[in-house]
């Protein structure tokens, strides 16, 4: 049986990013030749998709394409924030934005099935996330995506990798590009008041009522007045407006200018924002706590078990 070498290990590794004990677990079935090695490899690392399906993937990026009036934005997750400056996975995530904007799939599965070859897989963008949980030995989602294709003008801003923004406007590209960026940094719910989800208004009234309860136990416990029910009403009702002021775009006080607020900014420069959309990596997915100590004692086990 040939040897299996460090450099051995080390090319192979260089060219699958699989781990290093595997790497050598592979060379020693094929007795040293590489092209076996690494096909061994895609075969078993293959399996790992499915082991690697269950866990959490809570990091991830952001990323858009826009041609013209036409445009994608799309959010694709991993479990560690390592993975996201790969460049596999940001690959991934570019052409899954492109495929998005050019086909319009009605959702995940059918944008999966879109022909795409990258990294020695394919034929589809499915084989392809497949092949790469393998290679890269972590799982990666499609978690949500959008196209655009209204016929409004597009501006796009991107805060990084995690935060993306799309904005549909027509008018002045500059000032589209400058709603992005507040949309952005202060995170809206909707456009106008008018456009808050009922259900965030009455949590928020829900808060209101409940703060105006507990004022008036106190005061009572106090041996102060209690105010009526008519301003009891009156103050909840002022929280709620003084809420979807905060939480709608056009009432928001313009970042770059806290003398007027978005609606008079796009106003003053001749420009409607018919809307936006904005994308937080992770937003909404309960991401686990790893014990990382924990981890790395179980691999140092495991390592010193198969040598």
Same mark, same amino acid.
């Given at each position: 049986?040939?040897?299996i070498?460090a450099?051995?290990?080390?090319?192979?590794r260089?060219?699958?990013?699989?781990p290093?004990?595997?790497?050598?677990?592979?060379?020693t079935?094929?007795?040293?030749?590489?092209?076996?090695?690494?096909?061994?490899l895609?075969?078993?690392?293959?399996?790992?998709?499915?082991k690697a399906a269950?866990?959490?993937?809570a990091?991830?990026?952001?990323?858009?394409?826009i041609?013209?009036?036409?445009?994608?934005?799309?959010?694709?997750?991993?479990?560690?924030d390592f993975?996201?400056k790969?460049?596999?996975?940001l690959?991934?995530?570019?052409?899954?934005a492109?495929?998005?904007a050019?086909?319009g799939?009605a959702?995940?599965?059918a944008l999966?099935?879109?022909a795409y070859?990258?990294?020695?897989?394919?034929?589809?963008?499915?084989?392809?996330?497949?092949?790469?949980?393998?290679?890269?030995?972590?799982?990666?989602?499609f978690?949500?995506?959008k196209?655009?294709?209204?016929g409004?003008?597009?501006?796009?801003?991107?805060?990084?990798?995690?935060i993306g923004?799309?904005?549909e406007?027509?008018?002045?590209e500059?000032a589209?590009k %400058?709603v &992005?960026?507040?949309? #952005?940094?202060? =995170? /809206? @719910?909707?456009?106008?008041?008018?456009?808050?989800?009922?259900?965030?208004?009455?949590r928020e009234?829900s808060?209101a009522?409940a703060?105006a309860a507990e %004022?008036? &136990?106190?005061?009572? #416990?106090a041996? =102060? /007045? @209690?105010?009526?029910?008519e301003?009891?009403?009156?103050?909840?009702d002022?929280?709620?407006q003084?809420?979807?002021?905060?939480?709608?775009?056009?009432n928001q006080?313009?970042?770059?200018?806290d003398?007027?607020?978005?609606?008079?900014?796009l106003?003053s420069v001749d420009?409607?924002?018919k809307?936006f959309?904005?994308?937080?990596?992770?937003?909404g997915i309960e991401?686990?706590?790893?014990?990382?100590?924990?981890?790395?004692?179980?691999?140092i086990?495991?390592?010193?078990?198969?040598?």
């Open positions: 049986m040939a040897a070498t450099s051995m290990v080390a090319e192979l260089g060219k699958t990013d699989a290093m004990m595997e790497c050598k677990r592979a060379l079935e094929a007795e040293g030749d590489m092209a076996k090695a690494e096909e061994l895609r075969v078993k690392l293959g399996s790992k998709a499915g269950a866990r959490i993937t990091e991830g990026v952001v990323t858009s394409c041609e013209g009036t036409v445009g994608s934005m799309i959010e694709v997750n991993c479990e560690t993975v996201t790969n460049d596999s996975f690959a991934l995530a570019n052409a899954a492109q495929l998005v050019q086909f799939p959702d995940v599965d999966g099935a879109l070859a990258q990294d020695g897989f394919g034929p589809t963008l499915e084989d392809v996330r497949k092949g790469l949980i393998g290679k890269i030995g972590e799982n990666m989602t978690r949500r995506f196209r655009f294709a209204s409004a003008k597009l501006a796009s801003y991107l805060h990084g990798t995690r923004v799309v904005v406007f027509e008018g002045n500059a589209a %400058d &992005a960026m507040h949309v #952005a940094a202060m =995170k /809206p @719910v909707a456009l106008s008041s008018g456009d808050v989800p009922a259900e965030l208004v009455e009234r808060v009522a703060k %004022d008036a &136990a106190v005061a009572t #416990a041996g =102060k /007045p @209690v105010q009526s029910a301003i009891v009403a009156k103050r909840i002022g929280g709620v003084k809420y979807l002021k905060e939480v709608s775009l056009f006080t313009f970042v770059k200018n003398k007027q607020t978005v609606e008079q900014m106003k420009t409607t924002v809307g959309t904005l994308y937080v990596v992770g937003e991401k686990k706590v790893d014990d990382f100590a924990g981890e790395v004692a179980a691999q086990a495991a390592a010193k078990q198969a040598s």
